[in-house]
């Protein structure tokens, strides 16, 4: 029964051998010759289930003179199961936005897990590269904390290149990436051997660093992945590490330097991310200015303005709409031509953006004013979309249900509140409160003080998103003092350089979402 092939009588089978505890007769039903595998798999979920020393103890001297690598496999991501118990819930854990990592809630160490370690660490030590390679990918699915084992997966790494993939998957779900992992990392990053999916990886966990010769390797490589279609949308995953990367605005340099080269796919890649870090409203206020500066500098020269032109059109970006509209007249043939296409795709009516120009601005009105008109004036979606990323609303919240969740969900916004609710949303963030999305206020036993939105909630951290779009992880036993805020981490005056029908625009788009994910 343990075979079968209705999932649910197997997982029945299987949850039934749990709790009767047979140990010995599994063991030994485990230890025979004739056992297939698919019985063996069974066998091995029930034991993976007890957290006793004898089965732990039992796994790993199997695992000693196990012979066969499949079977062997087997045996190792038991004993990875083994290593953590779940501990006890203590009701003050589950929050909003709890840890849904798993394979349990509040990983702790037991009686067995000194010695399930070692054994694993040893085994990682001698393995051959594919079963290291293995042993990697389990240690992080199971959040075992690398410690050892990942030292020992490095030094190997630096002299067995079939190890790379293995460091770049374990690593692509860490939160902390060693200073000795970036060279092994920027090497599986840009190897022209390198799967597709351990490059994705490899992207991804370099984006976690603020080494300039990581994101430089970033730049080259990223062109790559998203040429190819990695498994588990690896290729999307590791675009998104870059666009939302917590660090991006300690880097902003290297895109700058890359961008001015204007030489290639890095470039254009550069220059996007150059034009993201110029029109957003949160985050460090220095790598915005440098980053304007740079586009300053560049628009002057025409093979950076048409690279400049190519990668807003690409990302989207209309934040500056007034000097492409310029451009139409460029001299430079290409320049002009570039120009339209654009205009075309960011969908600027340049006589109507020439006039809005001049129109008065939202900041420079009352409020009920700008709500009064707001009501009466008609917007264009396409337009609000671009304004949506312009004004920063992407740093803080998503709009699709497949993207990683940052602050309040807009996708169905527009079902929930009407216009005028959504427009007071805007320009007054802190009147309404979107629950689990209050400003939190974090006291630190060194003194630190952390404000922003809770992310993640975990039994033993907390990750808290910043009002610059940056994510913290704060040890839940290095807080003194957490309290709620009654006021939304949404700054004020985000729409102040709108007009107001460039606010309808955004409202419009709002309100299109529900229909457009349909």
């Not at 203590?90 to 070692?118: C, F, L, M, V």
């Not at 992407?394 to 940052?406: I, Q």
């Amino acid at each position: 029964v343990l075979a079968a092939p209705d999932p649910v009588v197997a997982h029945a089978a299987v949850q039934s051998v749990v709790a009767r505890q047979p140990v010995k007769e599994t063991f030994a039903a485990l230890d025979a010759a004739k056992t297939p595998a698919s019985v063996r798999r069974g066998l091995l979920r029930a034991l993976q289930s007890w957290h006793r020393s004898d089965v732990g103890d039992g796994l790993v001297q199997r695992l000693g003179r196990e012979s066969d690598a499949a079977r062997r496999q087997g045996l190792l991501t038991a004993l990875c199961r083994l290593h953590h118990v779940d501990g006890p819930w203590k009701g003050d854990s589950w929050g909003t936005r709890p840890d849904t990592r798993g394979p349990y809630y509040q990983p702790e160490a037991w009686e067995g897990t000194a010695r399930i370690a070692a054994a694993l660490t040893a085994r990682l030590g001698k393995a051959e590269a594919g079963a290291a390679a293995h042993l990697g990918r389990e240690f992080a699915r199971h959040r075992i904390p690398a410690g050892d084992a990942l030292d020992t997966l490095l030094a190997r790494a630096a002299s067995e290149a079939s190890l790379l993939p293995a460091v770049a998957g374990q690593l692509a779900e860490a939160e902390e990436i060693p200073a000795k992992a970036v060279p092994l990392l920027v090497r599986a990053a840009e190897a022209a051997e390198t799967p597709d999916a351990a490059r994705a990886q490899a992207v991804i966990a370099l984006t976690k660093t603020v080494d300039p010769g990581a994101w430089r390797a970033v730049l080259r490589a990223l062109p790559k992945v998203q040429s190819t279609k990695s498994e588990n949308n690896l290729a999307e995953k590791a675009a998104n590490a870059f666009r939302n990367a917590p660090k991006l605005d300690q880097v902003h340099g290297v895109f700058e330097t890359v961008a001015a080269e204007a030489e290639g796919p890095a470039s254009a890649l550069a220059e996007a991310a150059v034009l993201r870090l110029a029109s957003r409203k949160v985050g460090a206020p220095e790598a915005r200015a440098a980053a304007n500066a740079s586009l300053d500098a560049g628009w002057s020269q025409p093979k950076r303005r048409l690279q400049i032109l190519k990668a807003a059109a690409q990302i989207g970006d209309a934040s500056r709409a007034a000097a492409f509209v310029t451009a139409l007249d460029d001299p430079d043939p290409a320049i002009s031509k570039t120009a339209r296409e654009t205009i075309g795709r960011l969908k600027i009516d340049p006589d109507r953006f020439r006039a809005e120009a001049k129109a008065a601005k939202v900041g420079d009105l009352p409020v009920e004013e700008v709500l009064a008109q707001v009501l009466k004036t008609s917007g264009a979606a396409t337009r609000g979309g671009q304004l949506f990323g312009q004004i920063g609303c992407n740093g803080c919240h998503t709009v699709k249900a497949d993207e990683p969740l940052k602050g309040p969900y807009l996708g169905t916004i527009a079902t929930v509140y009407k216009r005028r609710e959504l427009a007071e949303a805007i320009l007054l963030p802190s009147k309404t409160l979107a629950q689990g999305f209050v400003a939190n206020h974090f006291e630190l036993k060194d003194g630190t003080e952390v404000d922003g939105g809770v992310v993640r909630e975990a039994a033993d951290a907390v990750t808290v998103r910043t009002i610059a779009a940056v994510e913290q992880t704060l040890p839940v036993s290095q807080i003194t003092r957490r309290e709620k805020q009654q006021r939304s981490l949404m700054p004020e005056g985000l729409a102040a350089g709108l007009t107001v029908r460039e606010l309808a625009s955004v409202l419009e788009y709002l309100d299109r979402l529900p229909t457009a994910s349909k």
